[in-house]
């Protein structure tokens, strides 16, 4: 596997609690992408980032918020979290080249209560 | 903007017989494809990749997916299906620098005795 570490593996909140999720990787990569799958909608792009200080929107990011002070850490942040949010939730990381795949992390399973 | 269609959110095969699993892109320009594996409870695992090197690409577990431009399709094939196979298939695909992927909705593939 590639090294990416995702904490927790599964966490139960209230709704209306923050929670930050963490992605750490050790293959010294640039890029980094949070997703989120739900059933019937495969996964789906919240944010990304190329690189300490640089992100951008993906397709879902309403509601979420990212930072990477560091290029081995990306973390995704529910300012609030609703029952919608309540998902799978996957770190991935991709290498410089333009056909470098994705790799990812094994989720986090989010409940929000 | 690319998007990606897998054909068939579930897809039953007897052990033994061919596993063909359907996926078609739009894009205005030549695409990064690739397929991914999804075991219970893991994250996705790359299969195959499509880098306009060679129209056929053979991928990993005897997994082999074809671009033809004139269909704009990336179907995924396997001659002989074995019990293992039993897991969900995503299909992804990007264009430019392949920064973002778009991720179809899956197939989860049944193998029967």
């Known amino acids: 596997d590639a090294g990416i570490t995702q904490s927790p593996r599964h966490k139960v909140t209230e709704t209306g609690t923050p929670v930050t999720l963490r992605c750490h990787q050790t293959?010294?990569?640039?890029?980094m992408y949070w997703y989120r799958q739900d059933p019937g909608h495969g996964l789906r792009l919240i944010h990304y980032?190329?690189?300490?200080?640089?992100?951008d929107k993906g397709e879902v990011s309403d509601g979420y918020s990212v930072s990477r002070s560091k290029t081995e850490d990306f973390l995704l942040t529910l300012e609030s979290a609703t029952s919608s949010q309540t998902s799978v939730y996957f770190c991935?990381?991709?290498?410089?080249?333009?056909?470098?795949?994705?790799?990812f992390g094994n989720g986090t399973r989010l409940t929000v209560t | 903007a690319q998007s990606v269609t897998q054909l068939g959110s579930h897809v039953s095969v007897s052990e033994g017989a061919l596993v063909l699993l359907r996926c078609n892109y739009s894009?205005?320009?030549?695409?990064?494809l690739f397929w991914y594996v999804q075991y219970p409870n893991q994250g996705l695992q790359l299969l195959l990749k499509y880098t306009s090197a060679a129209t056929l690409v053979k991928g990993i577990n005897g997994f082999e997916a074809e671009f033809k431009k004139s269909e704009t399709s990336f179907h995924l094939t396997k001659p002989s299906a074995h019990m293992s196979d039993a897991a969900e298939y995503f299909c992804a695909g990007g264009t430019g620098t392949a920064s973002k992927l778009t991720f179809g909705t899956g197939t989860r593939l049944q193998v029967t005795l």
């Open positions: 980032s190329y690189g300490v200080k640089d992100t």
């Open positions: 991935a990381i991709k290498g410089d080249g333009h056909n470098s795949p994705l790799h």
């Open positions: 894009s205005s320009v030549p695409p990064y």
């Open positions: 293959e010294n990569h640039r890029y």
